[in-house]
Structures are given as structure tokens and as C-alpha cells.
């Protein structure tokens, strides 16, 4: 028996939502935000701070790191100390204050890509050059070619590696070994590695994310982490994250960035909201999981029906990463355009997250069931229109 309520759907538009600012008639199942209402206990704890009226500036206080450090120890094997542990508005943010700090103009910031999207802004709009590494695609499954990795980490001109552990889009969950052996190159070239870890709490039921700053010791010392509750319990628009840096020198690098950026003092309700989603937020999560878990098979029973197209198998994050390369003549961009225009249904091209994306789409299936539903007969329909 559930306690919570994921199955009604919740009419978002007239909220100024970036998913639903669309026509009539179009089903969004593209950025990545949820359809579902937070957590009773947050939208408790944001109501009770709404009420007391008076929104003047906020100080981090001792529970806000109380609430990350206990989470990530209990749930994740992480041990941070409180002077490693930054506040800041956004990990999006963070991660350009921090290119900005520890690379310079022209530098390369290396990416494994597909990656999410909005990785390639924060180094370009910043100056600095991408280096693209492709993961390897062979039999549905991604691996990181270590041999170009290395290369591109050992280039005098990289200063930076960017990860994303759960890796947005693919929805992997990158092992212990992978990142320990990631860390070692790191090290051994002086290459500082921030992992975004904002997808680490949604894993499917009973598979468990690593983070990368546990994986070694070599791991520990390059590392930048940037966490969140905003992916999981849908408080992108709260504006609240962290970031943990074991290395005392390099954090005090970041937190000057970070200060200077302007990007790290809270809003009103950024503490209350994420003490409130890791102290009280467990068992809707775990729900949240299981729910996500069946939206997921009940996708891949209609995905694997469909002639031309598969199913990357990941165990992590609501994107669902479908492989079209049968298919997509020209692009994903164009399959997507068709299949918006055609059904409305609106998901995202796999262009857009760079190199091995090419003939890809991604599906977000962060809603109630009914809606999936609509939303993969509208998928078949556009794909069937298509061939
Ligand atoms: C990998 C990844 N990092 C960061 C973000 C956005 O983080 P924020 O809203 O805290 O800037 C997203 C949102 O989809 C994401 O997928």
C-alpha cells in the first residue's frame, strides 16, 4: 500500500513551467523535471518558512551540513567533514564558477560523451575548449575508452575533467573500479575531476550509486563533487545544492569563486527545503524509486515492440536513452521534430549531448503512469509516420 499519491496527474500549466510552456495538445517528456508534487514533509517545511512572512537574508546553519553529511554517510559511504562542504544556488552554477577559477581561457575541460547538454555551455560560454571523449557503444552498453581518455588528460593544455556519475543521458551507473581508475589518470596528469552527482539518488531499488570521491584515495584528492536534492525530490526551481572538496587548498579556491559569483547564499526556503528532503524525504523517495522503476518497464515493453528501435539499459536517473540509429536519417534532431510535429509528443534529440548522440532521443518518464502511457502511444505513432 502506497502512501504516496504518484499516479494523479497535476495540471502544471499557468505556473510558468519551462516543461509545459508549450501548445495545446503537446506532451513535454524532455528537460529533466518531474511531474510529480515534492514530498509532503518539504512542501511542509517550505509552507511553514512561507508563513513567518519576514524573507531577509539566510545564514547556512550547522543542520544544513548535518543533513548532507549524514545522508551521504548513511546512504552513500561518503564521509565529508564540514569545512570540505560548500552552499550554492545550482550545481549549473557552480560548475562554471569553477571552470571559471581553476582553468584558463583556452584551456581544454574534457567531457565523456553523450553528456547532458548544458556541460558544453559552461566551458564555451566561459572560454575554455571541450574535448570530446567518446564513450564506446557496443551491444547496447557503454565503456570508457581509457586509451583516449588518457590521451586527452595528458595534454599539457587540460586542466579539467568534467564527469557525470550517474552519466546523464545514458542513465549509468559508473563503478567503483571505472572511477578509481579515472581518479589515477587524473592525478597522474594534475587534472582536476568534478563529478556532478546530482542523479545519485535515482537508481533503480536496490542498486546503489558510488561516489567518486570514495573510489580512492587518488580519487579523494582531485575531486570536486557537486550534489543536490533538486533532480530527486523535484526542487529544481528551490535553487539549492552543494559542493564537497576534501583538499583544503582547492576549496578555498572554489568558495572564493563561488563567493564572488554571487552563487552562494541561500534564498528563503534553499536550507529548510533540503534539510527537509534529506531528514524526512526517505520513504517518499523510496517510493518515488519503485514508481520510476515500473514507468521504466512498462517503457521498455512498448520501446523493445517498436521495429528499428532499442532500449539503452541503465539503472539510473528517469531519462531514457532510445537508440535510433536505424532510423535516424539525418539526425535525431529531425526524428524528434517529426514525431513533435506529427503526435506532440516533445522529447529531447540526441545531438544535443554531443558526439555518439547523433541518432538518439531521450525520454523522460518522470509522471504518472497514465501520462507515459499517452506519451509512448505517441512515440509508436510518430515512429511508425517516420518510416
Ligand atoms: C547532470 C546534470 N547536472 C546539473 C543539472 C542542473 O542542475 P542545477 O539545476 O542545480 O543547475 C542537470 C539537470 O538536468 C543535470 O542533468
Redesign the pocket.
Known amino acids: 500500500m502506497s502512501k504516496y499519491d504518484f499516479d494523479t496527474p497535476i495540471n502544471r500549466s499557468g505556473t510558468n513551467s519551462l516543461k509545459w510552456d508549450i501548445k495545446d495538445g503537446e506532451l513535454p517528456m524532455w ?3 518531474m511531474d510529480f508534487a515534492a514530498a509532503p514533509e518539504i512542501i511542509k517545511a517550505v509552507v511553514d518558512r512561507a508563513r513567518h512572512g519576514v524573507y531577509g537574508y539566510s545564514v547556512i546553519p550547522d543542520e544544513w551540513y548535518d543533513a548532507y553529511i549524514n545522508r551521504w554517510k548513511d546512504s552513500h559511504g561518503l564521509i565529508m567533514d564540514k569545512g570540505g562542504l560548500i552552499f550554492c ?7 562554471s564558477s569553477i571552470i571559471r577559477r581553476l582553468t584558463h581561457p583556452a584551456e581544454n575541460v574534457v567531457i565523456l560523451t553523450p ?2 547538454n ?2 558544453y555551455n559552461c566551458i564555451l560560454n566561459n572560454g575554455r575548449r571541450v574535448l570530446e571523449c567518446e564513450l564506446t557503444y557496443k551491444d547496447g552498453e557503454y565503456s570508457i575508452d581509457f586509451a583516449a581518455l588518457e590521451r586527452a588528460l595528458s595534454l599539457p593544455q587540460t586542466a579539467m575533467l568534467l564527469l ?1 556519475n550517474p ?3 545514458i542513465g549509468k551507473i559508473w563503478d567503483k573500479d571505472t572511477l578509481s581508475a579515472i581518479g589515477s589518470l587524473c592525478k597522474k596528469y594534475g587534472v582536476i575531476a568534478v563529478s ?1 552527482e ?2 545519485c539518488d535515482i537508481t533503480d531499488p536496490g542498486k546503489e550509486y558510488c561516489p567518486f570521491a570514495c573510489a580512492s584515495e587518488d580519487c579523494r584528492d582531485v575531486s570536486i563533487t ?1 550534489i ?1 536534492p ?2 530527486a525530490f523535484n526542487l ?1 526551481g528551490i ?3 552543494a559542493v564537497y572538496i576534501p583538499d583544503r587548498k582547492i576549496k578555498n579556491r572554489v568558495e572564493r569563486g563561488l563567493n564572488n559569483d554571487e552563487i552562494a547564499e541561500p534564498n528563503a526556503f534553499a536550507v529548510q527545503a533540503a534539510v527537509a528532503a534529506f531528514t524526512k524525504g526517505g520513504e517518499w523517495l523510496s517510493e518515488l524509486r519503485r514508481y520510476l522503476y515500473d514507468n521504466k518497464r512498462v517503457a521498455a515493453e512498448t520501446i523493445d515492440a517498436i521495429p528499428d528501435v532499442s532500449l539503452v539499459r541503465g539503472e539510473a ?1 528517469y ?1 531514457l536513452w532510445i537508440d535510433c540509429t536505424k532510423l535516424a536519417r539525418g539526425g535525431s534532431h529531425k526524428l524528434a521534430e517529426h514525431i513533435r510535429e506529427k503526435t506532440g509528443l516533445y522529447l529531447s534529440a540526441g545531438e544535443e549531448y554531443g558526439k555518439g548522440g547523433e541518432s538518439f532521443l531521450r525520454l523522460n518518464i518522470a509522471c504518472p503512469r497514465s501520462v507515459l502511457l499517452d506519451g509512448l502511444d505517441r512515440l509508436k505513432k510518430g515512429i511508425e509516420l517516420y518510416r
Do not use: R
Request: charged fraction near 10%; glycine fraction near 4%.
Open positions: 528537460v529533466a523535471d544556488t545550482g550545481v549549473i552554477p557552480a560548475i553528456v547532458y548544458i556541460f557525470c552519466h546523464n543521458p556532478d546530482i542523479h557537486c543536490s533538486t533532480k529544481a535553487q539549492t545544492a536517473t531519462l
